[in-house]
């Protein structure tokens, strides 16, 4: 299973652009790379998932350069309800064990 | 609403007593998902069970005991607890064997007094 490293908590201010990075060095040829974001006291919730080059939803977007050994979460103009942890994965979407969370990112949105 | 629904939302109980967590998901998905989240820590994955066999065991004691009876129903069998056992209990749901995305149900806070 790929070990991810994400920074520990991330600042920022209403309507600017977050972008998140996650380190994913020994990423398998198989492996999909997952972003979930979890509020305190909930479940955590899928956000965007992909396996090369860019993916874009209504909610974020996703850059994965050629050597897939890191990735970027971005969010657009985020507001103060984006504040949360954001969790990065890696993992075979044929595999139950993709569902393994590392410590994530505290976003914390500021006024 | 996420389609998977955990009951009780919360609990307290004592250390002799003997608990069940119950999950139901009605999104036809095939592997089920316990995961334990104490404070201010991440999630670990407790068991999996995928076409309702288990196919993980994280070195979960023994005082944890997972059911899967069919597809959409899952127990977690809680007896002889501790203080440390006290955390958020999630429960989630994904097509296992092509999984795109799981979802969660919105946890059991557990209280082990």
């Known amino acids: 299973l790929a070990k991810t490293t994400q920074p520990i908590s991330m600042d920022s201010y209403e309507g600017q652009e977050v972008n998140i990075t996650c380190s994913h060095n020994?990423?398998?040829?198989?492996?999909?790379i997952t972003w979930y974001q979890q509020f305190p006291s909930q479940g955590p919730r899928f956000i965007i998932q992909g396996y090369k080059t860019k993916v874009t939803n209504e909610v974020a977007s996703l850059f994965i350069p050629a050597d897939r050994k890191s990735s970027t979460l971005s969010l657009p103009r985020v507001s103060l309800s984006d504040t949360a942890v954001y969790y990065c994965?890696?993992?075979?979407?044929?595999?139950?064990?993709?569902?393994?969370f590392g410590s994530g990112t505290q976003l914390t949105v500021l006024p | 609403e996420t389609g998977v629904t955990q009951t009780p939302r919360h609990l307290v109980m004592g250390m002799t007593n003997k608990k069940s967590l119950k999950c139901e998901q009605h999104l036809g998905h095939n592997a089920m998902y316990w995961y334990k989240q104490s404070a201010k820590k991440p999630l670990e994955l407790m068991f999996v069970?995928?076409?309702?066999?288990?196919?993980e065991n994280n070195s979960v004691p023994s005082r944890f005991s997972p059911e899967c009876p069919n597809s959409s129903h899952l127990f977690l069998h809680l007896h002889t607890l501790q203080p440390e056992d006290s955390a958020l209990y999630l429960c989630a749901s994904s097509q296992g064997q092509v999984s795109t995305e799981a979802f969660f149900g919105q946890g059991t806070r557990l209280t082990v007094v």
């Open positions: 020994n990423i398998a040829t198989n492996d999909y």
């Open positions: 069970y995928s076409l309702e066999e288990r196919v």
């Open positions: 994965l890696v993992g075979d979407r044929g595999s139950a064990r993709q569902l393994t």
